[in-house]
C-alpha cells in the first residue's frame, strides 16, 4: 500500500485564498518532499524538509513537518490560477524508494 | 529543467502487441525509476534501478519488464500488452540519495 495518504482528496478555493493540504504516512523517513503534477504531465519537485527539520519556507509555500504524529503540511498563500494542479507528498526511507501520496487535486477559481 | 525524457508521449496499440517504453536521462544518475499512474490518481512504484546491471519490482505487481544497461538508458517493455495496461507509465531518475527525484513528462498507453 502507499505510503501517504493525502487530506483534502479535492480542494477548490478562490484565487487570493491559502490552500493547505495535509499528508500522512507510516514509517520511519529520511525526508518528505512535495511535488506538484498539471494535468497529464510529468511531476515537478516543489520543496524537501529533512526529518529534523519542523518548517520550512519557498516562496509562496510553507510546509511543516511532525515526525511523531507522522504528518506534514503544505501551505500555499496567495493562491493564483496557475496553481491549480495536483499536489503529491513523497516519503523516502532508508531504501531510497520515492512512495508518493494519494495526492490533493487543487483547483484555484480566477 | 529537467533533462529526463520518455518516448513515446503518446501511444495506441493492439492486445497481444509488444510494446517499448524508453526513458533516457542526462543528469548521470544512478537511481531511476518506473511509475504507473491512472488518470487523478495515485502513483504506484512498479520498477526501480540502483545502478548499471540492479533491477527491481516496485510496490505494485507489474507485468513489465525492465533493463538497465547503460546508466542514462531504463526501458521499459511488455511483452504482450492488455487492455488491463492502459496507464501513464512515468519514468523518474535521481541523483544523491534521498534527494529531488525528477520526472519526465510520461508516456500515455492505450490498449484497444
Known amino acids: 500500500s502507499q505510503q501517504g495518504e493525502e487530506d483534502p482528496q479535492a480542494l477548490s478555493i478562490q484565487e487570493g485564498e491559502n490552500a493547505t493540504m495535509n499528508c500522512s504516512y507510516k514509517t520511519s523517513i529520511n525526508n518528505l518532499q512535495w511535488y506538484r503534477q498539471n494535468s497529464g504531465r510529468g511531476l515537478v519537485h516543489l520543496i524537501l524538509i529533512r526529518s529534523n527539520e519542523r518548517e520550512k519556507h519557498s516562496g509562496r509555500l510553507r510546509v511543516t513537518l511532525d515526525t511523531s504524529k507522522k504528518s506534514s503540511s503544505l501551505l500555499i498563500t496567495a493562491s493564483r490560477a496557475a496553481d491549480t494542479a495536483s499536489y503529491f507528498c513523497a516519503t523516502v526511507s532508508g531504501t531510497y524508494k520515492y512512495i508518493f501520496g494519494t495526492g490533493t487535486r487543487l483547483k484555484v477559481l480566477a | 529543467e529537467a533533462d529526463i525524457y520518455q518516448t513515446p508521449r503518446y501511444l495506441v496499440i493492439g492486445t497481444g502487441k509488444k510494446i517499448t517504453l524508453e526513458c533516457s536521462q542526462t543528469m548521470g544518475h544512478d537511481k531511476m525509476y518506473w511509475y504507473q499512474q491512472d488518470p487523478g490518481m495515485e502513483l504506484h512504484l512498479i520498477h526501480y534501478s540502483y545502478g548499471v546491471n540492479s533491477t527491481e519490482k516496485g510496490d505494485l505487481s507489474s507485468e513489465s519488464t525492465v533493463s538497465r544497461i547503460r546508466t542514462e538508458h531504463f526501458p521499459l517493455t511488455l511483452e504482450s500488452a492488455r487492455p488491463s495496461h492502459t496507464s501513464q507509465y512515468l519514468c523518474?531518475?535521481?541523483?544523491?540519495?534521498?534527494?529531488?527525484?525528477?520526472f519526465g513528462e510520461g508516456s500515455w498507453l492505450t490498449v484497444v
Open positions: 523518474a531518475s535521481s541523483g544523491l540519495s534521498g534527494n529531488t527525484i525528477y
